[in-house]
Every structure is written in C-alpha cells, then in structure tokens.
C-alpha cells in the first residue's frame, strides 16, 4: 500500500478543486451549443474516456461484482440520472447567467447532505449541525421572500448531488468504475438522442470541422481528470481536509460570476451568501471539534490497552 503524502494530497485535491472551479470557463467556450446537447457529448465522451481509463489504470474484479449484483447496476443507473440532470442544470445555470445561483447550490449542498442523513438515513444531528442547516435555512428564505421565488437552479443542484452521493453508497464501487458504468447507462439515450434531433450542432458535418466540436469532445477528459485527481488526493488526505477544500470551487465560480461574466450581486443575494457562509463556519468548526474528540479517544484507548 503507498503512503501517505499529504503535500502530494494537497497538491491534487486542490487541482480537482480548481478544475471544478473553473469549469465555467469551458462551458463559456461553447455557449452557443445548447445544453442538453452538451450533456450528450458529455455522456458519450466521457464513457468512452472512461473505458479507456480503465484499460489503462486496472481495477480488477469491479465487473465481476456489479454482474454479480444487479442491485448495485439499478443503483448506478438512477445516480446516473441525477447526476446528468446535476450536469445540464449546472451547465444551463452557467449559460443562461445563474453562475451565482449555481455557487450558492453548491455551497448549500454540505448542509443538504447533513440534512438528508437526518431525514432518510435517521442519524442524529448534533447541536451545531442544527444550528448551521438553520442559518442555510434562514438564507435560503430570505432569498425567496426578497426575490419573491425559489432559488431552484441552486436547490436542483443541492439536492441532486445530495441524493446522488446517498444513493452511490449504496453501491460501494470505486468513484472511476462506478461513473464509467453510470455514464454507458446513458449512452443509449444519448445517442438516441442525437438520431431523432438531426437538426443539432453537432449532427452537421461542417460542425465537426470548428473549434467547438473539440470543445465538446474534450467533455471526456475534462469531467474525468478532476475526478481522478480528487480520488488519489483522498488517498493522502483525511476526508475531513478534502471536505474543507471542497469550498475553493463555489468560490472561484462565484468570483467568475461577478468578476468576470459580470452577474450582479444584489443585496438580498449577498445576504443569503453570508447566511450559508456563517452555515459553513459553524458546519466546519463542529466537523474539526468532533475529528478532535474521536482521535482523543483514540489515544485514550491505546493507552488503556496497551
């Protein structure tokens, strides 16, 4: 087993953290392709990436054991699902101006996973949990009374990563096999899709000859890269640290929002934002206290055993 290095963890998970940050930038670039289609070139080329990864980088027996277990397929196809409808909300959200919505879903979604492990899995929440899924709360509200409507695009995105994370433990495969099989589930649709729309960008052959189309194609290595560094980073960090990186991409999208695609940042926005802000503090702080309490009594055991 390779040890641990943390300065090489750190060095990848904020890597990952940063591509996710940026990818803004890359969904700008072709802006012009709509959507949907974006998310079908993002199915198709990630799964065939994907495969060749996996050619490449052995993971023995992950097949064996999802044919084994057909339980765990019929999993990864719904986490499939709502992770494609995460990808073209978030892509939308980027396109059509909502980049600070889409910030705040995924600042949000911490505290929608705390709140989910309440409500479906019936864990116990601590006092400090309460109190920063209230604050969250509180900012989301103030949100719908001041704009008058839902922040949807940011609760969409919250709560499909959200369930999609609790529903991927229940299929405990490894992050790369796992979303290579998600993303071949859908390819069927994707390219069923591109049959019955030949009228898309990239169903015209003159398409294939501008630089959007190797924007489209690069989907394949663009989702898979980050993700293949943020697994190795897990490998030389404790989850706790990468928990804490996690708040670098919301906040880089939400400096491109503002810096430089220019979306206003209202008062009634801002405060939502310190609301969830203050959230997060109170989240991490409790998450820092409790990792401290449980390696005391770590140590208080080893001493009492040995």
């Not at 019929?74 to 919505?101: D, F, H, K, P, Q």
């Not at 939502?272 to 770590?298: E, P, T």
């Amino acid at each position: 087993m390779q040890a641990a290095n943390p300065r090489r963890g750190y060095i990848l998970g904020l890597s990952a953290y940063i591509i996710w940050g940026l990818f803004p930038l890359y969904f700008k670039a072709i802006a012009s392709v709509p959507a949907v289609e974006i998310i079908i070139h993002r199915v198709l080329w990630s799964a065939l990436f994907g495969a060749l990864l996996l050619m490449v980088w052995k993971h023995p027996g992950w097949w064996r054991e999802l044919r084994e277990n057909p339980r765990r397929l019929a999993i990864l196809a719904l986490s499939g699902t709502l992770i494609a409808a995460n990808w073209l909300t978030y892509v939308w959200s980027v396109n059509n101006g909502r980049m600070l919505e889409a910030s705040l879903g995924y600042y949000i979604n911490p505290l929608v996973n705390v709140l989910l492990g309440m409500l479906i899995l019936g864990e116990r929440l601590r006092r400090m949990q309460w109190i920063a899924v209230g604050l969250a709360a509180v900012g989301v509200a103030q949100q719908v009374w001041q704009v008058g409507s839902l922040p949807w695009v940011s609760l969409v995105l919250a709560l499909t990563f959200g369930f999609y994370g609790l529903i991927r433990k229940q299929a405990p495969v490894k992050a790369l096999p796992g979303l290579v099989v998600e993303t071949w589930m859908l390819v069927p649709i994707a390219i069923a899709w591109l049959l019955f729309n030949p009228t898309a960008h990239s169903a015209q052959a003159e398409f294939w000859t501008t630089s959007e189309a190797w924007w489209l194609v690069a989907a394949g290595p663009v989702t898979l890269v980050p993700l293949v560094c943020f697994n190795a980073a897990a490998r030389h960090l404790p989850y706790t640290t990468l928990g804490f990186l996690q708040y670098l991409a919301p906040t880089l999208v939400l400096l491109q929002a503002v810096l430089l695609f220019g979306e206003h940042l209202s008062s009634s926005t801002l405060v939502a934002f310190i609301f969830i802000w203050a959230g997060l503090a109170v989240y991490s702080i409790d998450a820092w206290i409790s990792l401290r309490r449980r390696n005391c009594v770590r140590k208080w055991l080893k001493l009492l055993v040995f």
